[in-house]
Nanobody
Framework: QVQLVESGGGLVQAGGSLRLSCAAS????????VGWFRQAPGKEREFVAA???????????YYADSAKGRFTISRDNAKNTVYLQMNSLKPEDTAVYYC???????????????WGQGTQVTVSS
């Protein structure tokens, strides 16, 4: 069993930055895919970014088009934590951001086995 806890959300002005953290406990998740998703009110949950494992020293990273060039996903295996650095935030980035772990296809939310509780990100204009 894996428990995921997100942190780092908050209120920020457009153009600002936030760094979200996803800390895992229960087992190491250095060998599984970890993804970030978000859900805005009235909208479906959507993929943001993910990092999968190819080998112990190589990973593959995926970004939604909306995140490319602004968001960066990274992982610190020693801390069992994955980060999402978000820069140049826009009001349309406002959503609850969820961390998820362990999926065969990194961009598909239904395939993830473990989910965090989410952290709110609000970007004001």
């Amino acid at each position: 069993q894996v428990q995921l806890v997100e942190s780092g959300g908050g209120l920020v002005q457009a153009g600002g930055s936030l760094r979200l953290s996803c800390a895992a406990s229960g087992r190491t998740f250095s060998t599984v895919t970890v993804g970030w998703f978000r859900q805005a009110p009235g909208k479906e949950r959507e993929f943001v970014a993910a990092v999968s494992v190819i080998t112990l020293t190589a990973a593959r990273i995926y970004y939604a088009d909306s995140a490319k060039g602004r968001f960066t996903i990274s992982r610190d295996n020693a801390k069992n934590t994955v980060y999402l650095q978000m820069n140049s935030l826009k009001p349309e980035d406002t959503a609850v951001y969820y961390c998820a772990a362990d999926a065969q296809i990194a961009t598909k939310a239904p395939l993830y086995h473990y989910w965090g509780q989410g952290t709110q990100v609000t970007v004001s204009s």
